[in-house]
């Protein structure tokens, strides 16, 4: 009961001076809605992007480009593309921002290609715009890449027959190259994806960060009662000191929790992140609960002050949480921060939300689930042999 009582009394406490609400449900729910909205479309690979093309050209190659590549892909919505007169009025566009890169093509092009000349279509990137570049570069080396393909098997052909081509032979043989399908290609098959939405994934992000912050509040209240007197008190009182750390560590768990099941079912109803299996969902947030927690009680155990402790606490969260990958995916880096990372129960956690959007059940978290709870044990024991200090008037 007396446990029950100062965990109560924490929790008015904290509901009065709604440092619960701000830390546990709205910092973390008004984050993830803004890096949702800034990286969702990277994130779902979706580029709004605009090119300008001027066919100084008008051969026959040129126009293979232009209607065969290019028009295609604005039918079908990949990006808008819009015909030129000039190349002074493409690159103006580029550079004025009204489009994002611009293709020239240079008159003599087609007859290069189909004699052996040499030629380059131009791309003009916008300053502001370097993917959209990357992707018109790639669209233009691919449709040259063909071209020098074609040009190396006509001259092998030739080369081989040991003559020159006769007029009219090689426009022939171009058109019957350019027929002849890829060996090799691409093909796009379904399977069970690890990566989580940009909604999901910072929805996560921001939980494991906060929840970090939000537990803080029941252990913090050691040095408090300390700082206001009443620690003495409750060391005067009928209840063991087992019961008084016992009681703080129940208001940190009872608002983790709180502040993940909210966080959970907000973003799934406001930002659309799809968590996964519940009951996984479930094992992976009381395992965060507990790793905050054991971590919460190290910086009690060792800070001299309530305010110590609180700026200790946020510095060790935002590092765990940007090691962990809570703001940029750190497995894309590689290396050496790839391997750091591994340590920090938010990588962990993130891990088996992977395997949860995967289609994975509970059972498929327990490994990760695992990790995050004994990081939280293995500091929370640590800090026993020194929270005793902090009990005392």
């Known amino acids: 009961m007396a446990v029950l009582r100062i965990a109560l009394k924490d929790i008015r406490q904290r509901l009065r001076d709604r440092s619960a609400y701000l830390w546990g449900i709205v910092a973390p729910l008004g984050l993830a809605a803004i890096f949702s909205l800034l990286f969702s479309d990277l994130a779902t690979n979706a580029l709004d992007v605009d090119f300008a093309v001027a066919d100084l050209d008008r051969g026959q190659v040129a126009r293979t480009f232009v209607d065969q590549v290019l028009a295609p892909l604005d039918e079908q ?26 293709f020239v093509i240079p008159a003599g092009f087609s ?42 098997s006509l001259a ?24 002849v399908p890829s060996p090799l290609g691409l093909e796009e098959v379904s ?80 930002l659309g992140a799809s968590w996964g299996n519940s009951l996984g969902v479930a094992i992976l947030v009381l395992a965060a609960v507990i790793a905050a927690l054991g971590v919460m009680f190290v910086v009690a155990a060792f800070a001299r002050t309530a305010e110590q402790a609180g700026n200790l606490q946020s510095i060790i969260a935002f590092v765990l949480a940007m090691l962990g ?34 289609g994975g059940g509970a059972a498929t978290v327990f490994p990760a689930a695992l990790y995050v709870a004994l990081f939280g044990l293995v500091t929370g024991s640590l800090a026993q042999f020194r929270i005793g200090k902090v009990l005392s008037p």
């Open 156 to 179: 092998t052909y030739f080369t081989v027959l040991g003559r020159a081509p006769e007029p009219g032979e090689t426009e022939g043989l171009v058109e019957a190259a350019m027929a």
């Open 111 to 152: 007859a290069a290609a189909e004699g052996g000349g040499a030629s380059a279509i131009e791309v003009v990137a916008n300053v502001d715009s370097p993917i959209a570049g990357q992707v018109a570069q790639s669209v233009a080396g691919q449709f040259v890449g063909e071209i020098n393909a074609v040009g190396t």
């Open 77 to 102: 919505g990949v990006f808008g593309v819009e015909e030129v007169p000039s190349a002074e009025t493409a690159r103006l566009m580029a550079a004025d921002g009204k489009v994002d890169a611009a």
């Open 325 to 358: 990958g809570s703001f940029f995916p750190v497995a894309q880096a590689g290396g050496l921060i790839e391997k750091l990372s591994l340590i920090t129960p938010h990588a962990w956690f993130l891990r088996g939300l992977g395997d949860l959007a995967a």
């Open 191 to 270: 399977a069970a994806s690890k990566e989580l939405t940009a909604d999901t994934y910072y929805s996560a992000a921001m939980a494991i960060l906060f929840i970090f912050l939000t537990v803080q509040f029941g252990v913090l209240g050691l040095l408090e009662e300390r700082e206001n007197g009443t620690m003495g008190r409750l060391l005067a009182a009928p209840i063991s000191r087992r019961s008084i750390v016992a009681g703080k560590a129940l208001t940190s768990f009872i608002l983790g929790i709180v502040s993940m099941a909210v966080l959970v079912a907000g973003t799934t109803l406001l």
